[in-house]
């Protein structure tokens, strides 16, 4: 049969089908409820059709098409919803604009016709042109003929009433276009009407019971099977045998059909079938695809997806992976083994076959070092797979570098870069694999413990140690080690950015470091992991052998850069190590004033057990304190707080030493400075109504800085007042009370015309002057109804005040954090900027803060005095006697004149006070019964003396005995032989004796008899 008669029977099936499905109903009636309106392109009532058109945008436009708009508005109509049908003037956003023609075209009616119509909007002339249409297919056509115009003259102006329009004797089988102008219609009626029931078919449901990723047989083919079911949704039974009755499944990709089926089953209007097995074998090609297969029903040709098919071909495919990951092995990626040192390494691997056909493995080759249980020739069945598990012996120490190949029938070999070294078993090695800082290094701050990025994470690589700040560079310290001479300390690190570095250091006692070698950035891998890490650095092996012959700690110190794998040397077993992690020793001191000593250890000796050391405190390298320690377990930190009270001005050596047996360390040497003590006077600025916790330090941030400035009025003070101390108070949150701190506080001031503290230009703190610089214990908590006080900062040298505006900077730093609220003044605002960080002080923002701390200002002030006469009876003015008062250990003396006058300043003119004079040659020791205090005022005291009692006449010229508490004192001008009897007249000394002052120790209470002067000894 030729193209032409198939389209003619095609086209006369269609026409017997329409016509016999068309049904003539009388009394038509169309009442517009429920028009789905929303698809502005295709709407039209049903059984209706619809000539648009639409405005186009111009062809670069990015504007939408532009429709009339139709609306459904569910009352107000005849009896409920009606049709409103806006402008046919139509614009789009480009300004384009345009007169359409759009056309609602009714069914085939006849008959008498009627419906209502009103305007649309007052603002617009409602207009409605009814003209003959002819049908050709599914294709309608309007005609010249206006069979009936309605302007805006004929219907009300009141937009609530409807206007009824008939068109009377309209010829059976007519079409009406309709074109709206800004009007609205409703109950449609028309005497008859030709209504087609139209056949229609919908996809309920498909589903694909073949794989989606299918076996390929032998002859290189593959099955694809849905199940469906179908409804029919039409308004004519469907039976088997109908044209098009039928499902096609096809390949959506290529778009290609691969089988038709028919429908077998009847549906009934609105029945839904059963299932419907739709299959077919498929060819796979020479190459994997990825195909979209979907089903379509042949009646409205609607269709829809089935499954997407990855389809291989009949071909075996070998992926070598590792046993976590089905990823294929790059085979650029260097299989690292990493170091390998007291036991053999095994990583695990895979041999998987992704293919279709069988893979024969034939050759799977390992460079020497490496064993495999795996043995070849192989077969693998289709996507299946064979463990494949590597190890790296530990055997003999060296480097084991190489190539794995690996060969199969049909499938390209694959070789891969094998790279491993075994330590000597004696070599130190840390890779950090624990994810913990090893017990036996020490981190600095910043250092940690991390796994990210992930980029960096592989099989024998999940932790290294990183330092995150460029600006603070600190240590990692190895434990102590062996060095042989010549031999070579290893690491690789990676950098993060240009600003990154890192030293290598060694120490005989972790105090003192010598540089062994410094490594630039340049030193550093430019190539990164990945093109989008900003970071990414590869890790580089860093090799020196600077370090000298002997037993060092070992230490990299580093900025902004990444560490792993060090290796190199041998760990010496130590049965003490003590670490000084901190020593809170304050730079500045005054006198009578206590000194407060924080020192933490860390007991480094991860074996040993616990136990107790002596501790020794040296100032001016006297013995100040020393006591047993508790027992400190392995591992352990122990803080010790000491304190102590100078009592000269000056600067001065302190240290400390812990012994155990023959070990000892000792600390380097701080030198304090200690100032003058001075009286002082009190001076209260702010009235402390508010709190803050960013001022006069942020103690919930491990560093702070803060400035204030202080206004005249605030501090009435004179000019030329001498400042001497600050306080500040207030109150641990109460979440916070028990946690203890200690933080190392250093204080700036300086006179200042500046009226407010600037975000914008904070004062350099080395351009002020440093006043106050120690540790600070914030343990004590307080409470909002009994503040205490916190920071108490005797300054080492008084700072003179001018008169203008007191600027006060404070910086601080701790190991912890603590939430502390001072109190504060809200009167003024502006006068307090601060910064805070955890890491990087230096790179942290300043902040303003409204409110300023409340300080304490204490001025110095005129001391009491404690003046007198020291004498005897017997022998008039004493000179040279050290006059002495003291209260704890707060003491104040001084030495009398020749004339017997002595004057002592006393500052801290509160306290009470004993009045002591040690033993003076020949005089007996004096206290005063009573306590001095010199609160009210100046005192004049004399201080009598009594000699030794005892006290003979001299019978030789040149030579006096006196007795005293257990010895009798000789003084002679001359040589001289000196025998002492006792009182039964028994010599009990012969003692030759030279010019001066002798001692003769050792004897008992009693009566003696010296050269013939009586003596008696107590």
Known sequence: MSEMKRLYAVLVFLVFLFSANAETVTDYLEKFDNQNVSQSKTYAPDKWSRIADPLEPSEWSWVS??????????????DGAYLEIGSQSLMNDDGDTKNANDYLVTPAVGGNVSFYLKKQSAFSDANLRIYNCTKNGDKYTVGTTLIREVTNAELSQDLTQWTKITLPAVADGSYLAMRFESVCIDEF?????????????????????????????????FEVAFDVTVQNNGE??????????????????????????????????????????????????????????????????????GAWIDSKP?????????????????????????????????????????????????????PAGYTTTFTVPATIA???????????????????????????????????????????????????????????????????????????????????AE?????????????????????????????????????????ADRNNWILAKEFVNADFSDEKLNYYGYDTYKFTMFSLNTIPEGEWYVAIEGGYARVDDIFGYEVIPVEHDILFLSNGVPEVGKVNH??????????????????????????????????????????????????????????????????????????????????????????????????????????????????????????????????????????????????????????????????????????????????????????????????????????????????????????????????????????TTGNTIYKSSDWDIATASWNAKDYVPAVTLFTAKEPRTLSGKVYSKDYGPLSNVKVKLMAGEVLYSAVSNEQGLYSISVIQSEKDYKLVIDEVEAYDKYEHAELINLSAGDQVFDICLTPFSGVGEIEVANLAAYGA????????????????????????????????????????????IVNGTKVVVR
């Not at 098409?65 to 005849?78: D, I, L, R």
């Not at 078919?201 to 290189?220: I, K, V, W």
């Not at 990951?325 to 299989?335: H, M, P, R, Y």
């Not at 000394?989 to 002798?998: A, H, I, P, Q």
């Open 65 to 78: 098409t532009v429709y009339v708009s139709y609306k459904n508005p569910a009352s107000g109509g005849q």
């Open 965 to 1008: 508490e257990g010895r009798i004192i000789v003084k002679a001008n001359a040589a001289e032989k000196v025998n002492v009897y006792n009182i039964a007249g028994r010599m009990v000394r012969s003692v030759n004796v030279e010019e001066g002052t002798t001692i003769i120790e050792g004897l008992m209470a009693g009566f003696y």
């Open 382 to 464: 289709p996507q299946g797979e064979v463990a494949i598990p590597i190890t790296l012996s530990a055997a003999v120490a060296g480097t084991y570098n190489g190539t794995l190949k690996i060969t199969g029938e049909k499938v390209a070999a694959k070789e891969y870069n094998m790279t491993g070294a075994v330590l000597d078993k004696k070599s130190w090695y840390e890779n950090f694999e624990g994810g913990s800082i090893p017990s036996n290094m020490i981190f600095g701050n910043e250092w940690k413990i991390v796994s990210d990025p992930t980029d960096y994470v592989t099989a024998t690589n999940k932790y290294w």
């Open 594 to 827: 206590k000194l407060q000593i924080s020192t933490v250890l860390k007991n480094m000796a991860g074996v040993e057990a616990a136990d107790s050391y002596t501790l020794k405190a040296y100032y001016n390298n006297e013995l100040i304190n020393e006591f047993t320690t508790p027992e400190l377990a392995a591992l352990s930190e122990t803080q010790f707080d000491m304190a102590f009270t100078p009592h000269a001005v000056g600067t001065f050596p302190f240290y400390i030493e812990f012994m155990k047996g023959d070990y000892c360390i000792k600390t380097n040497e701080s030198e304090i400075l200690i100032g003058e003590e001075v009286a002082e006077g009190e001076n209260k600025v702010g009235v402390g109504s508010e709190t803050i916790e960013e001022a006069p330090v942020k103690l919930y941030s491990n560093y702070s800085e803060t400035q204030t400035v202080y206004t005249a009025e605030q501090l009435a003070l004179s000019a030329g007042a001498k400042i001497t101390k600050m306080s500040y108070s207030g109150y641990a949150d109460t979440w916070d009370t028990e946690k203890p701190l200690l933080s190392q506080i250093s204080i700036y001031v300086e006179n200042t015309t500046d009226a407010k503290a600037d975000v914008a230009k904070p004062r350099d703190v080395k351009q002020m002057t440093l006043v106050y610089s120690g540790m600070v214990d914030f343990t004590k908590d307080g409470s909002v109804t009994n503040p205490i006080e916190y920071i108490v900062a005797d300054f080492t040298v008084p700072f003179e005040y001018t008169g203008q505006n007191l600027r006060v900077a404070m910086v601080a730093s701790a190991t912890s954090y603590k939430k502390i609220l001072f109190l504060a003044d809200s009167s």
């Open 314 to 366: 009949y071909m075996p495919e070998m992926v070598f992976c590792s046993s976590d990951f089905d990823q294929e092995i790059a085979v650029t990626e260097v299989l690292d083994f990493g170091l390998v040192k007291d036991a053999d390494f095994t990583r695990n691997f895979r041999i998987r076959n992704t293919g279709m056909a069988p893979l024969n493995v034939t050759e799977f080759t390992l």
């Open 467 to 507: 330092n995150g700040n460029y600006s603070n560079p600190t240590m990692i310290v190895s434990p102590k080690l062996k060095v042989k001479a010549g031999e070579v300390f290893n690491f690789r690190a990676s950098k993060r950015s240009s600003d990154s570095f890192l030293k290598v250091y060694y120490s």
């Open 236 to 305: 004519v039974d469907l039976t088997p045998g109908m044209e098009n009755y039928s499902l096609t499944m096809y390949n959506d990709s290529k778009t290609i059909d691969i089988v038709t089926v028919p429908i077998q089953e009847a549906l009934a209007v609105g029945a839904k079938s059963s299932v419907i097995k739709i299959s077919a074998k498929v060819d796979a090609g020479d190459a994997d695809k990825y195909e979209n297969y979907k089903v379509r029903e042949n009646i409205t040709k609607t269709n829809v997806s």
């Open 189 to 221: 009626v028309a005497d008859k009407a030709e209504i087609v029931k139209v056949p229609s078919l919908m996809l309920m449901e498909c589903n694909l019971t073949s794989q989606s990723q299918p076996l390929t047989d032998a002859n290189n083919q």
